[in-house]
């Protein structure tokens, strides 16, 4: 069973080294997201998007601020905060189940909780393929692999850094609708990474669009359509121009 979890980022701020020189990357981000709530972050390519998941997955130390988890504060890696990555990351010599059952098999929890593998498998849609090797999949279902290893471990947070970013497009809007109908059941607390405007738009219940390094908050803009979502809709296109505005890009649309 999940617990939600809220996450809160208190004056964060993170640099970088490089070749010898101080690379500011976060400035004073402060944020709070509710228990079971789902946030998008847009932003340039490199303004520290992805650095920003993996401080709140534990992953480094922010080099100032604090960022909270529950009523914890966020110091190491804990399995109740995962990372999904662009790339599946499969081990090529395992199995789909066995690549599934590695957070578990880790923890010395796979023997008394199996069943919670073929729980996942089956919520994916990959149940029939557990023997399958990750170059037997395609690319959706491989990402399909990556959730499921993500989402046997029940965590409260979900970080998924453009997961999906490698699909076709065909096979991404209906990933997009699988991972839709993952966090509904589940309501798992997510925070999505992506460049993909309508993406955000339809999955998230707020979007945070990022200035350029280093990264502040530019705005929040909530997202209040129903599920389904359909990108067509009048509302949708005027959140999609609001986005749009906020990046500078409305005058290329």
């Given at each position: 069973m999940v617990t939600m979890a809220p996450v809160r980022l208190a004056s964060v701020s993170h640099h970088f080294m490089l070749h010898g020189q101080l690379l500011p990357v976060l400035d004073t981000i402060d944020l709070a997201v509710g228990p079971g709530e789902f946030v998008a972050l847009l932003g340039p390519s490199g303004c520290g998007k992805s650095t920003l998941l993996r401080l709140i997955a534990g992953l480094e130390r922010p080099h100032a601020g604090r960022i909270f988890s529950g009523a914890h504060e966020v110091t190491a890696p804990d399995p109740s905060r995962i990372l999904v990555f662009q790339d599946p990351t499969l081990y090529p010599w395992?199995?789909?189940?066995?690549?599934?059952?590695?957070?578990?098999?880790?923890?010395?929890?796979?023997?008394?909780?199996?069943?919670?593998?073929?729980?996942?498998?089956?919520?994916?849609?990959?149940?029939?393929f557990d023997h399958a090797y990750p170059h037997q999949l395609s690319g959706g279902m491989a990402q399909r692999a990556a959730l499921a290893r993500a989402l046997v471990n029940e965590p409260s947070v979900m970080l998924m850094d453009e997961p999906l970013a490698n699909l076709d497009s065909l096979t991404r809007i209906?990933?997009?609708?699988?991972?839709?109908?993952?966090?509904?059941?589940?309501?798992?607390?997510?925070?999505?990474?992506?460049?993909?405007?309508?993406?955000?738009?339809?999955?998230?219940?707020?979007?945070?669009?990022?200035?350029?390094?280093?990264?502040?908050?530019?705005?929040?803009?909530?997202?209040?359509?129903?599920?389904?979502?359909?990108?067509?809709?009048?509302?949708?296109?005027?959140?999609?121009?609001?986005v749009l505005e906020q990046l500078g890009l409305q005058v290329h649309w």
């Open positions: 395992r199995t789909v189940r066995q690549n599934v059952a590695l957070g578990l098999e880790a923890r010395g929890l796979l023997r008394l909780q199996a069943e919670r593998v073929d729980d996942v498998l089956r919520r994916v849609g990959l149940d029939g209906d990933m997009q609708a699988e991972l839709n109908v993952l966090w509904q059941r589940d309501k798992f607390t997510a925070f999505l990474v992506t460049h993909d405007i309508d993406e955000a738009l339809y999955l998230a219940g707020r979007v945070l669009v990022l200035s350029q390094r280093p990264a502040r908050i530019l705005a929040e803009i909530a997202v209040d359509l129903p599920y389904p979502r359909h990108r067509s809709s009048p509302g949708f296109s005027t959140l999609r121009q609001r």
